[in-house]
């Protein structure tokens, strides 16, 4: 079993940042990859960044530039710097872990980003 717990989200005014870690652990397996998605409210959670086991990194097009996606050595802890935040960005962010080997998928709670105008 493996429990992700997210944090760092809040409100902040349009053209702002924030950043937000996610903190893995129990039985992390070898071979993974571990991002972060969205979900706007009314709308479908999508992907915005992943960093794999080898530090290999997707962003989609519509953060590329403003988002960042980082981990630690260990690779159990994911982080996603927000600059140049606009309110389309506002949204519950998940933290997701995908096994490589199980193909399996782990999420966290979800953190809230709301962006003012």
């Known amino acids: 079993q493996v429990q992700l717990v997210e944090s760092g989200g809040g409100l902040v005014q349009a053209g702002g940042s924030l950043r937000l870690s996610c903190a893995a652990s129990g039985s992390i397996p070898r071979f993974n990859t571990m991002g972060w998605f969205r979900q706007p409210p009314g709308n479908q959670r999508e992907l915005v960044a992943v960093?794999?086991?080898?530090?290999?990194?997707i962003y989609a097009d519509s953060v590329k530039g403003r988002f960042t996606i980082s981990s630690d050595n260990t690779k159990n802890t994911v982080n996603l710097q927000m600059n140049s935040l606009k309110p389309d960005d506002a949204a519950v962010y998940y933290c997701r872990l995908f096994d490589g080997t199980s193909r399996a998928e782990y999420w966290g709670q979800g953190t809230q980003v709301t962006v003012s105008y």
């Open positions: 960093v794999t086991s080898n530090s290999d990194t």
